[in-house]
């Protein structure tokens, strides 16, 4: 019985290393630092949004942008470890975001929400 | 090398090297990308062409109303809930982590809180009620809204409000359930190394429905 138990671990690390699924996980304290940031990054954003002359200055919608595209790779490299993971896993994920949001960009061009060059 | 571990667990073995299941559920949440960047474009594109209240952000006076109308989106409550599912994210590493390591006595260290860290059940039951509670305050928003006079039905905002953060609500019930059953193996029989890879697929899954809800929470309900 032992030694099934251990040729099962085993069998299950050679799987994680020759699928490529895992090379290294983050540890616990980096899941901490992580969530412990993306609570930050949130509370800032909620923050922000109740300072009226910040919501009325053109730095709002850019700075909020920019926290949430953090907290977004954030959680995709650290959380669904893609960044540690075979880099076929990032084209499957990447590709399609980056279609989406170029198609979201020309959509807002389109519908007249973004203007280029309009005095 | 790969051959033998794969064939060792009753699985042809692949071009790539790589499990299927898990190029299947990169590719699931990459086309999964796609359906939410659409929804997120129509409601963006939705945006502010509303003809009648309510409205998310503006406020309306007479005479441009006939009646007053204040911002309906609950912005403490949706933080509160955005709050939730992000820590129900670092649950389900904890979960996964404990799945993983499953064989190695004393790797979370000793003492309660090593055993704590060690128990995939705990960690599981966690981010399941965490995402339960994301879903009731989904639940008490959209009763509000529509107690406020805001439907589907209503206008524009809350056609495209409630399809985006619906499908989204749906597919936190769908990772809710997926949970709970990985909770109730574990339960029944115990998962090990061995299911890592399940675990890790849902784990990928619930992440990916949390960093939807981050992109909802941004441009939905912070910008105005």
Known sequence: ??????????????????????????????????????????????WVYYIPTFVASPVFVPALLIMSAVKFAIVVMFYMHLKYDHKLFRALFTGPLIIAIITLIVLMFLFGHLVIGRR | MATTAVVGHGHPPTTTGLDHRKIAIWAFIGSECMLFTSLISTYLVYKGRSVSGPFPHEVCNPPQCATALKPILNIPVTSVSTFVLLMSSLAMVLAL?????????????????????????????VTAILGATFLGFQAYEFTSFV???????????????????????????????????????????????????????????????????IAIFTLVYLIR
């Open chain 1, 1 to 46: 019985m032992a030694h099934d138990t251990h040729d099962t671990a085993h069998a299950s690390h050679v799987d994680h290393a020759a699928l490529g699924e895992v090379h290294e996980h983050p540890t616990w304290k980096q899941y901490k630092w992580v969530a412990l940031i993306l609570m930050v990054i949130t509370v800032v954003e909620v």
């Open chain 2, 97 to 125: 982590a404990a799945v993983e390591n499953k064989d190695k006595p004393g790797w979370a260290g000793t003492g309660a809180w090593g055993r704590a860290l060690a128990s995939s059940r705990l960690w599981l039951a």
């Open chain 2, 147 to 213: 107690h406020e006079g805001l439907t589907i039905r209503t206008n524009l905002f809350g056609s495209s409000f409630f399809t985006l953060t619906g499908f989204h609500g749906a597919h936190v019930t769908v990772g809710v359930l997926w949970l709970l059953t990985l909770l109730a193996i574990d339960v029944k029989r115990g998962l090990g190394p061995k299911d890592a890879l399940l675990v890790d697929i849902s784990a990928l899954y619930w992440h990916f429905v949390d960093v939807v809800w």
